[in-house]
């Protein structure tokens, strides 16, 4: 909320290598952020979540194909070294 109890909203302007920010209240100073690099529209990650904790985010990178090995190699395994041990310790494993 702004000052006086006005809530105040942020306009975005958007265009292949720059977005711009204004504030709408004229008792703000103008906040611009310019970006001059576009980036991708989408994106794939990998994560769990369970009773004891969440696991770490996998991302694929842009234009990378799953297949069986790459999954295995760069998902499975490294949940299996490393978030497995760290959510469920050796004496709580069945």
Known sequence: ?????QISTLKHFNTPFRSCFTKSD???????????SSRPKGFMVWGGISSRGKTNL????PGTKINSNYYINNILQPF???DIPRLFPKKERI
Not at 1 to 5: D, E, R, T, Y
Not at 26 to 36: A, E, K, L, V
């Open 1 to 5: 909320m702004g000052h006086g109890g």
């Open 26 to 36: 004229s008792n703000y100073d103008r906040m611009i952020i310019q970006q001059n």
């Open 58 to 61: 996998r991302f694929v990178e």
């Open 80 to 82: 299996l070294r490393q």
